[in-house]
């Protein structure tokens, strides 16, 4: 099966079927706005491009938020096709860079959640300029990906389309060598009860959520004096996932 006809039926060969039927406005809601509430557009009218549109929830939010100008893309066919069922406005692209290429200085935000770590080595800073070239002056990219510092952490390995693995200086690395310079990196923050609804799944996620974070804090605490002991680089950034911001502006 050639790549094109693998993201031609994602939906049926990698995508999680249980993030597509999610109900997770209101929990997908409150963690854009714990990340990423300082970078949201003032104007209403801003254009906002999703790039990887996945199960619309990025899209389905910010048209929640009131903005009227939210556009997806990917290059996964089922998706998209699941995505227009939904009403929300998206197109199914076989170039991504190609469609940067024709809305150069148009995005006040490009967002790209779980989307790098798909693109390959030597694909990936042509990927970025190309983003980069697409946002306005002021313009901001927004990066979730799989964080390999996370030894708690599968995420950068269950999905066998994952071909580029991150750290916190190797994606800024990245950033940097596609020409941006304001370039920050921050720990994801990850609501309680994300995903789940009802006074049960609070309480199942609020609990796993100590005890994980509890056995997190004492293995990485672990690991940071073994690394000091023997002089090793120690990460600063543990969370799951590692959110860069990129602003097209010094």
Not at 33 to 45: G, Q, V
Request: positive net charge; charged residues 20%.
């Amino acid at each position: 099966m050639s790549s094109e006809n693998f993201y031609n039926n994602y939906l049926q060969n990698s995508y999680n079927q249980v993030l597509l039927n999610q109900d997770e406005d209101k929990q997908y809601q409150r963690y854009l706005i714990k990340n990423f509430n300082s970078l949201f557009p003032k104007e209403k009218t801003a254009r906002i491009l999703d790039i990887g549109v996945g199960n619309g929830r990025t899209l389905r939010a910010f048209k929640l938020f009131g903005y009227e100008n939210c556009y997806g893309v990917d290059i996964a066919k089922d998706l998209i096709e699941e995505a227009k069922k939904k009403g929300l406005p998206c197109e199914h692209v076989k170039d991504t860079n190609s469609f940067l290429d024709s809305n150069k200085g148009a995005y006040s935000l490009v967002f790209l959640s779980h989307v790098i770590e798909h693109v390959s080595k030597h694909e990936a800073v042509i990927f970025l300029q190309k983003i980069k070239e697409s946002l306005s002056a002021d313009g901001v990219l927004v990066i979730v990906t799989p964080s390999v510092q996370n030894i708690f952490y599968v995420g950068p390995f269950w999905d066998f389309t994952h071909v580029n693995f991150f750290t916190e200086r190797s994606l800024y690395q990245l950033c940097e060598a596609s020409g941006f310079k304001n370039i920050k990196l921050y720990s994801e923050k990850i609501p309680i009860n994300i995903y789940g609804r009802g006074i049960t799944n609070y309480l199942r996620f609020f609990v796993s959520d100590i005890i994980i974070r509890f056995a997190q804090f004492l293995v990485n605490n672990a690991i940071k004096v073994i690394r000091f002991g023997i002089g090793t680089i120690n990460p600063k950034i543990l969370s799951p996932n590692l959110v860069c911001i990129c602003k097209n502006h010094e």
